[in-house]
């Protein structure tokens, strides 16, 4: 049975009017519109590692005093020009908590629950192609602990997991996706009749064991002709696509979970619609969106201004809620259709077959357009976090629309961005540098440290303390170093002043 939708009494809701409406976002959102010869901030650097991190200037909104969750930031950048790649974990400030030293291009990287368990997950492999990747999906425990590795199975080799989404379910598998080379007909798309596509795959794979137990492909399942891309045609510069070498992508699966019902939820990028899939069978319940979509799609008529109704582009992160929405994050461009991106909220009712805007969050930069990646992610307590892809932004709203922060994403880009409570504690010990009498130190990725206490004496179980300060950041610098002492060691205390672990100097 398909999810059904939930009585609500709702009212469309925008975080932003266009020209002649209430302008609730601007004012605090020009942190894009810097002046030209501002220099940029600096990159982050700290004695006690060989590692940097992006600057993230942070702008508050008019919520940002109501926010007292110390809930963190999980970001991946992956542009070489970035001062770091890979995985960043970061506070409301913006000041960092974990540094991915594996310093390579990670996606989608996340908190998800295996076995009961937070736990971190994210892609990790080869992108030959731009969008595609062909690799791994990586596991690791509140230690940053490897615990393991899943990819697609052997009968789509060797083409592996994707980069796009890969989704632990609640009987301990996961969704992953691949983008296999398939020969298909492709005259009905305007190609050739020996010609080849990307397909669309999602299959359910064990975690423990690395077990298929199910594989999901759009073309058994969607008509090609419900593409909205073009087969390029040859020209002087570029070979056509739609051949061996350069495969048409018709379809572009970008995510893939579950409805409340276990039923999956697949969006594909190319088609501008999202399936409900019955998980057992494979067949399409229905289509939201797009040229074959079974539902009416309120306001998105030939008279309306693309990007203003239901009908989505090019989008991102499909998700069905418990209250019988389903968000998107609506990228609208790449080609343009819109003008700029949005997070959207839809009001789905499956008796009626129609589906209307219950919601968008729109940036306050009324160009902000994204014509690659994205997310949007509503948190617990109604706060909606949306990553603007390529337009390199990360903004935090309150479930009315109301801004709580944003920051830009200098120099690089993101896939997703995400916010999650997060709580960890490092195998490896705090990392300590002494210069003189100051002892700096840090706990790379260590997130319940509340104050630094350094003790010194002739050795480990004669050493006293010498003095205790607050945590002042990613690395703090703690006064006091006795010259004499045959022995220093910097202590990670919590909150309630319990020894986490201790440093000495390297």
């Known amino acids: 049975m398909a999810p059904q939708r939930a009585p609500s009494s709702r009212r469309r809701r925008t975080a932003v009017l266009g ?37 993230l200037p942070v702008t508050e909104g008019p919520a940002a005093a109501d926010d007292d969750s110390d809930h963190l930031y999980f970001l991946a950048p992956k542009k070489e020009a970035e001062p770091h790649l890979g995985g960043l974990i970061v506070d409301a400030t913006g000041e960092p908590v974990w540094i991915d030293p594996a310093e390579s291009p990670i996606y989608d990287f996340r908190v998800q629950e295996y076995r009961g368990e937070p736990v971190l997950t994210y892609y990790a492999g080869r992108s030959d192609v731009v969008g595609h990747g062909t690799g ?72 423990a064991t690395g077990e298929v137990l199910s594989t999901w492909s759009a073309l058994d399942h969607v008509d090609l002709t419900d593409t909205h891309a073009t087969v390029e045609p040859e020209d002087e510069e570029d070979e056509p696509s739609g051949t061996e070498e350069d495969p048409f992508d018709w379809f572009h699966v970008n995510s893939a979970t579950l409805t409340p019902d276990g039923d999956l939820l697949v969006s594909s990028r190319q088609t501008h619609a999202v399936y409900v899939v019955d998980r057992s069978t494979g067949d399409v319940r229905w289509t939201l969106g797009g040229k074959s979509s079974d539902f009416t799609m309120e306001g998105s008529g030939d008279g309306d201004e693309p990007g203003t109704g239901a009908q989505f582009a090019w989008q991102h992160d499909a998700q069905w809620h418990d209250d019988g929405t389903v968000t998107v994050f609506d990228n609208q461009g790449d080609p343009p259709v819109g003008k700029h991106s949005r997070g959207l909220r839809l009001d789905v009712d499956t008796d009626a077959m129609t589906a209307s805007v219950d919601q968008e969050w729109l940036p306050g930069d009324p160009d902000r357009l994204a014509g690659s990646q994205g997310n949007m992610q509503v948190l617990e307590g109604g706060n909606v976090v949306i990553g603007w892809g390529d337009a390199q932004w ?97 202590q990670a205390l919590d909150a309630d002043g319990e020894v986490l672990a201790t440093g000495t100097p390297g």
């Open 136 to 207: 791994d999906i990586h596991v690791l425990d509140t230690s940053y602990e490897e615990i393991a590795t899943v990819t697609t199975g052997a009968d789509l080799e060797p083409h592996q997991a994707d980069l796009h989404d890969a989704t632990i379910t609640p009987e301990g598998t996961m969704l992953v996706l691949s983008y296999p080379v398939v020969p298909r007909d492709l005259t009905a798309a305007g190609g050739d009749e020996d010609g080849y596509v990307y397909d669309g795959v999602v299959q359910e794979v064990d975690v």
């Open 394 to 490: 990360t903004s935090e709203y309150t479930g009315d629309g109301t801004l709580v922060r944003e920051f830009p994403l200098l120099g690089g880009e993101t896939y997703r961005a995400y916010r999650f409570d997060w709580h960890a504690t490092p195998s490896d010990p705090p990392a300590v540098v002494v210069d003189g009498d100051t002892a700096s130190v840090s706990w790379n990725g260590a997130t319940d440290v509340a104050r630094w206490r350094l003790v010194a004496g002739e050795d480990a179980d004669t050493a006293t303390e010498v003095t205790t300060v607050p945590r002042s950041g990613f690395e703090t610098a703690v006064p006091g170093v006795p010259g004499d002492a045959a022995y220093v060691a910097v």
């Open 19 to 55: 020209a002649g409406g209430v302008l609730a976002l601007a004012l605090v959102s020009c942190a894009g519109d810097e002046d030209e010869d501002e220099p940029e901030p600096a990159p982050r650097t700290y004695r006690t590692v060989d590692m940097s991190a992006p600057p």
